[in-house]
């Protein structure tokens, strides 16, 4: 099992690049893995973080707020911009700059936190990043959504609130509990972990694409360039800003990947309630789901194949 898990781990960016192209020119490969099963499979793999890990590995985090209100103001500055510069200098329509700007206001997701763990980064400081983020959103995403658009959104704080509790903090919690009352045998199943966790990628990817292929192949080569370049800047000058503020390894890449991963389902549920006129405003939302997990991907195992398990 161990080496299959090196194998998984090493090779993952392939797997889930395989898993959508299959999905998205043959969408009836996918189309069996219901969307309301991602959540469910986000849960599974923080479970598993939370077997891993321990409770002072999330205490740091409040120990040095620093890192997150960095993190965080990064994710808040650095999104919304890029989306606005890209907008303009690729010319995008009004609907598709709408979805473009939308991405880039919302907070970071939970897929961050499984990148971020399968990097070998700090999963607490991604998990700390999320939440926060998320507690601000409620008034940053409009806010800034209004400076960039000159309009607003509203954002349901509650139940915003309620899936970061359901999707994060309870798996998470009762991995933390398990790992302590069980440790010696959750020290056995460790190296399967990895297998789980790509997995699941593989099936939120193949649910995203299967049921976007129609949406995601109706729209033009732009708005791909624009998504990818996104998503990839982000994850750049999050790295970077990192470096800046002197943090070691494990943070930069928490740091990168929470600033680089948006959630993009957010982006697209205010795209449709919030633009009813504008249909294709909730296009790039769509793409950056599929794109962000898979570049993600490839990412972590960048990340693995370079760095190790450095934490320096």
Known sequence: MKKTGEFVGRNMAWIVLVIAAMTLFIPET???????WINYLLMIVMFGMGLTTKPSDFAVVFRRPRDVITGCAAQFIVMPLLAYLLGKAFRLDDALLVGVILVGTCPGGTSSNVI?????????????????????APVLTPALTYLYLRTTVSVNALAMFLSIIQVVIVPIGLGLLINRL?????????????????TAICLIVAAVVSHNSAKILSTGAVIFAVVILHNLLGYLCGYLIGILFEMDLPRRKAVAIEV?????????????????????ATVPGAVFSVWHNISGAMLAGWFNRRHGSENV
Not at 118 to 136: E, N, P, W
């Open 182 to 198: 069980f440790g010696t045998y959750t020290q056995k199943i460790k190296d399967s972990l990895p297998v789980v966790s790509v």
């Open 116 to 136: 971020t763990y399968l990097s070998d980064g700090d999963t607490a400081l991604s998990v700390g990043m999320t939440a926060i983020s998320t507690f601000l």
């Open 260 to 280: 680089g991963m948006q959630n993009s389902g957010l982006a697209t549920t205010l795209a449709g309630s919030a633009f009813p006129n504008l249909a294709m």
């Open 30 to 36: 996918g189309l069996w893995v219901r969307t309301s």
